[in-house]
Every structure is written in structure tokens, then in C-alpha cells.
């Protein structure tokens, strides 16, 4: 169990590039199949990526996992900036242990395992208008918390989050790691009205105004996640993190699950090349965030649920690519002429 930032960081020493002849490999095998070069886009290069992350070709996709992490915020407590009170994290909560949520529907269609994950409710984060969200301990807790969702046999994993004011978290992040100016990474969350979306903007900037100082040196990126994150993204960093290690791809969610990814990513943008976007969200600032991560999205359907529906969406469209990867016929083997 990791007790400070330092186990953290020696995780980072495990990481092994993307497998580069295997992704060539991949795209050998793309160009023997009976269709144009290229001609299905995108699909071929989520099909050669995903192998590449695999190590293998072919790769099978036989054990997609949403892993859903929910966890509760001291500023939402203290603070009106949600349309919803707290108590409904817990609700949700419920709900998906009931089976009875969007995410569940999306799981159930696509044969995934579904997991939702309590990072103790009753104990919120701080409220990181006056203080940090978490002390270290705390918050590598959380991140290691997050590691065990990748368990041996899943090959993909869709982590996801459930918390009232947890966009307001993810804006602090972003504000912190990529500056400008608050409103520029403030959204409508849950649909909040504009005087509560000009408090949310207020407290972002008083936030990260407050923690500035903490914010420098190597670890100044988990500092950032530490001072104005919250538990659920330490869990989907911790996650990420664990499906690099081993060789499992990941498809990010939305707006406040890329705030982990972005956490990694300020500290080498390689520690992400095994993620894939899964989707743009309706929150205003995703796409910054997305162009910020360099990750295109695979769709874009105006949603801002969370709780891994838009990644979990996207999963559907792994799948076909490795359908047509692996099933189709070469030219070979179907009699096919590839000469005009």
C-alpha cells in the first residue's frame, strides 16, 4: 500500500514504452485485409494501438472492465455549486449497486464487468477553499485504492467517477496545470444556474489562488491533484497508472475522469499513450483538455453523465475495430486481387 508520493513516482519506473513492432505488426496485418488501405479510418488505428498496448498480435478484447469510483468534497459540502445536494452520491451509489443507472444499461450491452467503488462517503475531502483536499498519505491512499480495479484478466478498463462537485475539482486542476483563467475551465457541472456557476468560478480561483505557492518542484502535478482534487480522481490516476503497468488499455471518460489522465501526463506525456479519449463532453472546457492531452475523441455525442458512460460508449467502437482487425480476410485468403 503506498503511503507517500515517493511510492508513487517509483511506480513510474515500471512503465514500458508501447510495443512499436507489434504496432507495426498490426498495421502490416491492417494492409493485407480485403479493403482499401486506410479505408476505415480510425478503426485500424485503434486496432493497431490497442495491440501495441497489448504486446501481442493478434490481441484479443475478451475482459473490458468500468471501474466507477465514487467519493464526496468538502467544497460542495460548504459551498453551493452543484444542482444537486451530497447526500446523492451516496444515491447513485445505490442505484448502480442496484443496477439501475445509465452505466449499467451501457455495461449489460456490451458484456463488461461493472464495478462502483466507495471511497468512503462519509469522509469527504477538505474543503480546498482554506485548506488542502487531502494530505498525502491520504491522497496516495486514494491513488492506490484505485490500482486494484486492474485485476490479471481484464485487457481494457473504462474507469469512470460519481461526486457532487467533483467538476469543480477537475476545473481547479485544470486551472492549476494549464493557467488562463478560471472561467476558462469552468463548466455547468450538473446544469447549475449562472449565480451558481460564478460561485463555482470564484472558489476555483480562490482555490488554486490560496495553493499556488505548493505547486512547484518534481511532484508539483500530484501537489496540484493533493491541494484541489478529490478522492475518486487519486482513484482514477491510481488506476491508469496500474492498467500501464499492466499492459491494459484504457479508455478515459469525460471531463473530470481526464483530469487524472492530465495529472500524468504534466509529468511525462508518455505515461498516457496507453489511453485513448473515449469521448468530447458537453462541459464546456473538455475539448481544451483533449487538445492539451493531444488525444482526439473517438466520439462525440454531447454528453456529460459521467460515470463512465461516454468511455464506456466508446468501447463499442474498440470493438468493432478489433472485429474487423481480427476477422476479416486477407486478400490472399479471399481470392482477392488487390491490383486494379
Same mark, same amino acid.
Given at each position: 500500500?503506498?503511503?507517500?508520493?515517493?511510492?508513487?513516482?517509483?511506480?513510474?519506473?515500471?512503465?514500458?514504452?508501447?510495443?512499436?513492432?507489434?504496432?507495426?505488426?498490426? !498495421?502490416?496485418?491492417?494492409?493485407?485485409?480485403?479493403?482499401?488501405?486506410?479505408?476505415?479510418?480510425?478503426?485500424?488505428?485503434?486496432?493497431?494501438?490497442?495491440?501495441?498496448?497489448?504486446?501481442?498480435?493478434?490481441?484479443?478484447?475478451?475482459?473490458?472492465?468500468?471501474?466507477?469510483?465514487?467519493?464526496?468534497?468538502?467544497?460542495?459540502?460548504?459551498?453551493?455549486?452543484?444542482?444537486?445536494?451530497?447526500?446523492?452520491?451516496?444515491?447513485?451509489?445505490?442505484?448502480?449497486?442496484?443496477?439501475?443507472?445509465?452505466?449499467?444499461?451501457?455495461?449489460?450491452?456490451?458484456?463488461?464487468?461493472?464495478?462502483?467503488?466507495?471511497?468512503?462517503?462519509?469522509?469527504?475531502?477538505?474543503?480546498?477553499?482554506?485548506?488542502?483536499?487531502?494530505? !498525502?498519505?491520504?491522497?496516495?491512499?486514494?491513488?492506490?485504492?484505485? %490500482?486494484?480495479?486492474?485485476?490479471?484478466?481484464?485487457?481494457?478498463?473504462?474507469?469512470?467517477?460519481?461526486?457532487?462537485?467533483?467538476?469543480?475539482a477537475a476545473a481547479a486542476i485544470y486551472h492549476a496545470l494549464y493557467g488562463g483563467a478560471a472561467q476558462d475551465w469552468v463548466g455547468r457541472g450538473t446544469g447549475i444556474d449562472d449565480n451558481i456557476y460564478q460561485q463555482k468560478t470564484d472558489l476555483v480561483a480562490k482555490a488554486v489562488a490560496l495553493h499556488a505557492d505548493n505547486f512547484k518542484g518534481v511532484n508539483a502535478p500530484l501537489e496540484i491533484l493533493r491541494h484541489v482534487g478529490g478522492f475518486e480522481i487519486c482513484a482514477i490516476l491510481g488506476c491508469i497508472i496500474a492498467a500501464r503497468i499492466a499492459k491494459v488499455a484504457v479508455i478515459l471518460d469525460g471531463y473530470i475522469?481526464?483530469?487524472?489522465?492530465?495529472?500524468?501526463?504534466?509529468?511525462?506525456?508518455?505515461?498516457?499513450?496507453?489511453?485513448?479519449?473515449?469521448?468530447?463532453?458537453?462541459?464546456?472546457?473538455?475539448?481544451?483538455?483533449?487538445?492539451?492531452?493531444?488525444?482526439?475523441?473517438?466520439?462525440?455525442?454531447? %454528453?456529460?453523465?459521467?460515470?463512465?458512460?461516454?468511455?464506456?460508449?466508446?468501447?463499442?467502437?474498440?470493438?468493432?475495430?478489433?472485429?474487423?482487425?481480427?476477422?476479416?480476410?486477407?486478400?490472399?485468403?479471399?481470392?482477392?486481387?488487390?491490383?486494379?
Amino acid at each position: 500500500m503506498t503511503t507517500d508520493f515517493s511510492d508513487i513516482t517509483d511506480l513510474f519506473q515500471q512503465f514500458k514504452p508501447l510495443d512499436e513492432n507489434i504496432f507495426q505488426q498490426a !498495421e502490416a496485418h491492417q494492409a493485407q485485409l480485403t479493403k482499401p488501405l486506410h479505408s476505415l479510418g480510425r478503426l485500424e488505428q485503434l486496432a493497431c494501438w490497442y495491440e501495441s498496448v497489448r504486446g501481442t498480435h493478434p490481441a484479443p478484447l475478451n475482459h473490458p472492465r468500468i471501474a466507477v469510483f465514487a467519493a464526496n468534497h468538502g467544497v460542495a459540502a460548504n459551498h453551493q455549486i452543484s444542482a444537486f445536494p451530497t447526500d446523492v452520491t451516496a444515491a447513485m451509489l445505490k442505484n448502480f449497486q442496484n443496477g439501475g443507472a445509465a452505466i449499467n444499461q451501457i455495461a449489460g450491452m456490451l458484456n463488461a464487468d461493472f464495478y462502483a467503488y466507495n471511497l468512503n462517503l462519509q469522509q469527504p475531502t477538505e474543503d480546498f477553499t482554506v485548506q488542502a483536499a487531502m494530505k !498525502e498519505q491520504a491522497c496516495a491512499h486514494a491513488i492506490s485504492y484505485g %490500482m486494484m480495479a486492474v485485476e490479471d484478466k481484464v485487457d481494457v478498463i473504462i474507469p469512470g467517477e460519481m461526486g457532487i462537485g467533483n467538476s469543480t475539482a477537475a476545473a481547479a486542476i485544470y486551472h492549476a496545470l494549464y493557467g488562463g483563467a478560471a472561467q476558462d475551465w469552468v463548466g455547468r457541472g450538473t446544469g447549475i444556474d449562472d449565480n451558481i456557476y460564478q460561485q463555482k468560478t470564484d472558489l476555483v480561483a480562490k482555490a488554486v489562488a490560496l495553493h499556488a505557492d505548493n505547486f512547484k518542484g518534481v511532484n508539483a502535478p500530484l501537489e496540484i491533484l493533493r491541494h484541489v482534487g478529490g478522492f475518486e480522481i487519486c482513484a482514477i490516476l491510481g488506476c491508469i497508472i496500474a492498467a500501464r503497468i499492466a499492459k491494459v488499455a484504457v479508455i478515459l471518460d469525460g471531463y473530470i475522469a481526464c483530469a487524472a489522465a492530465a495529472i500524468l501526463h504534466e509529468i511525462d506525456a508518455d505515461y498516457i499513450a496507453h489511453c485513448v479519449a473515449g469521448h468530447v463532453s458537453d462541459e464546456q472546457a473538455h475539448i481544451n483538455v483533449l487538445e492539451k492531452l493531444n488525444k482526439p475523441p473517438i466520439l462525440d455525442l454531447q %454528453m456529460r453523465l459521467g460515470e463512465a458512460s461516454g468511455g464506456a460508449t466508446a468501447l463499442a467502437i474498440l470493438k468493432i475495430a478489433l472485429a474487423c482487425h481480427h476477422g476479416m480476410q486477407s486478400f490472399d485468403d479471399a481470392n482477392v486481387s488487390q491490383k486494379i
